[in-house]
């Protein structure tokens, strides 16, 4: 079967970006390929794996039709965010109604916008979907690529789009070198029913064992993403219910009381993917297939939803002779995605680096740094735009 774009990845990003391509009236022809993966209805208790979704992030889930189809009760907006250094004093506090915004962002479950996403990309005509498959090989000619299935069937298109994560298929078969960092941590994730509202704040703490956050859900209910080095994160993943519970406690200071598990903790490796290339005549990478950061800023993926948006507009952009898959229109995106993919990346991985050190004399720098930022509120502003994309 032919076709002008063929997504490999039917993940968030990749779903996101079918859904832009399809509300374009461009009229692509459109594939996408992906393999069968478990999913829990949503009644079926509330996600461990939830998502900051910026602004701008959710501007591009509207236009793609996919936001107004999520239900707001699911939907906790966050009114400010306090991150506290390892010191026990130094504080940074960020305020949505200092930056004269509504929200500064929104937590929202990764299957309710996926199921979201599915819904949209049910009602699309322009998009035929492989799954379960996936990619076997991939062959190239001047004007057209080649992706031959494990089932057999093939799919050729003009533009193979890898959305398909961080072990990104895609990108190995084609070549497309990438510089990976294992952090040696894994980011543990689980829901608490706590004891104090939490007034759609959230915390954040770099601790001297990594970084413990807790972030607001609709209801007194918080999500805890804690990452720690793998031996600490595998204990703590291994704890009872109760023996977690009075730890996470503990690692909050006790600012929201008693604290009562209420999903199954789950564990997710950590590492730094940078690539040497985005695209390359006939492939283009996004989200984690392109780059991967450390959770500490919940950046990862509001980056990939901010590739999918860019990589619409350019080929809603083109000219109507341009052929999709060309290198040259294909490096526009490159060029657009670049500064924001290496410096959210410098800022992620320097932090990590920061707070996870113990060389003498940083501790005071960088809890000097928190506070003294604290007081600058151009600063804090910019730290601010700079993340809602």
Request: proline share 4%.
């Given at each position: 079967?032919?076709?002008?774009?063929?997504?490999?990845?039917?993940?968030?990003?990749?779903?996101?970006?079918?859904?832009?391509?399809?509300?374009?009236?461009?009229?692509?022809?459109?594939?996408?390929?992906?393999?069968?993966?478990?999913?829990?209805?949503?009644?079926?208790?509330?996600?461990?794996?939830?998502?900051?979704?910026?602004?701008?992030?959710?501007?591009?889930?509207?236009?793609?039709?996919?936001?107004?189809?999520?239900?707001?009760?699911?939907?906790?907006?966050?009114?400010?965010?306090?991150?506290?250094?390892?010191?026990?004093?130094?504080?940074?506090?960020?305020?949505?109604?200092?930056?004269?915004?509504?929200?500064?962002?929104?937590?929202?479950?990764?299957?309710?916008?996926?199921?979201?996403?599915?819904?949209?990309?049910?009602?699309?005509?322009?998009?035929?979907?492989?799954?379960?498959?996936?990619?076997?090989?991939?062959?190239?000619?001047?004007?057209?690529?080649?992706?031959?299935?494990?089932?057999?069937?093939?799919?050729?298109?003009?533009?193979?789009?890898?959305?398909?994560?961080?072990?990104?298929?895609?990108?190995?078969?084609?070549?497309?070198?990438?510089?990976?960092?294992?952090?040696?941590?894994?980011?543990?994730?689980?829901?608490?029913?706590?004891?104090?509202?939490?007034?759609?704040?959230?915390?954040?703490?770099?601790?001297?064992?990594?970084?413990?956050?807790?972030?607001?859900?609709?209801?007194?209910?918080?999500?805890?993403?804690?990452?720690a080095w793998d031996e600490a994160a595998r204990?703590?993943?291994?704890?009872?219910?109760?023996?977690?519970?009075?730890?996470?406690?503990?690692?909050?200071?006790?600012?929201?009381?008693?604290?009562?598990?209420?999903?199954?903790?789950?564990?997710?490796?950590?590492?730094?993917?940078?690539?040497?290339?985005?695209?390359?005549?006939?492939v283009a990478l996004i989200g984690d297939a392109?780059?991967?950061?450390?959770?500490?800023?919940?950046?990862?993926?509001?980056?990939?939803?901010?590739?999918?948006?860019?990589?619409?507009?350019?080929?809603?952009?083109?000219?109507?002779?341009?052929?999709?898959?060309?290198?040259?229109?294909?490096?526009?995106?490159?060029?657009?995605?670049?500064?924001?993919?290496?410096?959210?990346?410098?800022?992620?991985?320097?932090?990590?680096?920061?707070?996870?050190?113990?060389?003498?004399?940083?501790?005071?720098?960088?809890?000097?740094?928190?506070?003294?930022?604290?007081?600058?509120?151009?600063?804090?502003?910019?730290?601010?735009?700079?993340?809602?994309?």
């Open positions: 079967m032919v076709f002008d774009i063929a997504i490999v990845g039917a993940g968030l990003v990749g779903a996101s970006l079918a859904a832009a391509l399809a509300q374009s009236g461009l009229g692509l022809g459109l594939a996408l390929v992906e393999p069968e993966r478990a999913r829990q209805p949503l009644q079926a208790g509330w996600d461990s794996r939830i998502y900051a979704i910026s602004p701008s992030s959710r501007e591009f889930l509207a236009a793609c039709g996919a936001w107004s189809r999520i239900d707001a009760d699911r939907v906790q907006p966050v009114q400010a965010m306090r991150v506290r250094g390892d010191d026990n004093a130094a504080e940074l506090i960020f305020s949505a109604y200092e930056a004269g915004l509504p929200e500064l962002c929104h937590i929202v479950e990764s299957r309710v916008i996926e199921q979201a996403l599915e819904a949209v990309l049910a009602e699309c005509d322009e998009i035929t979907v492989f799954r379960p498959s996936q990619p076997d090989s991939i062959d190239f000619a001047p004007d057209s690529a080649l992706l031959t299935l494990v089932d057999g069937r093939s799919v050729e298109s003009r533009l193979v789009v890898g959305a398909d994560g961080a072990h990104s298929w895609i990108r190995q078969a084609t070549g497309i070198q990438s510089d990976e960092r294992d952090y040696r941590q894994l980011a543990v994730v689980a829901n608490f029913d706590v004891q104090s509202a939490h007034a759609g704040i959230a915390f954040q703490w770099f601790r001297r064992d990594g970084v413990f956050a807790l972030l607001p859900m609709p209801g007194n209910r918080v999500s805890m993403v804690w990452s204990r703590l993943a291994a704890l009872s219910a109760e023996d977690l519970q009075t730890e996470v406690e503990a690692a909050a200071d006790h600012l929201l009381g008693s604290m009562r598990l209420c999903s199954v903790p789950q564990a997710f490796p950590l590492r730094l993917i940078r690539v040497a290339e985005l695209v390359r005549p006939r392109a780059h991967t950061v450390h959770p500490l800023a919940g950046q990862g993926v509001n980056l990939g939803f901010q590739d999918a948006r860019t990589l619409a507009d350019v080929l809603r952009g083109r000219n109507a002779q341009d052929d999709c898959g060309d290198w040259r229109l294909l490096r526009r995106y490159a060029r657009a995605r670049k500064e924001s993919i290496a410096s959210m990346q410098l800022v992620t991985d320097g932090l990590q680096r920061l707070f996870n050190n113990q060389v003498p004399g940083l501790k005071w720098l960088r809890n000097t740094g928190l506070s003294l930022t604290d007081r600058v509120t151009p600063l804090k502003k910019m730290l601010i735009e700079r993340a809602l994309g």
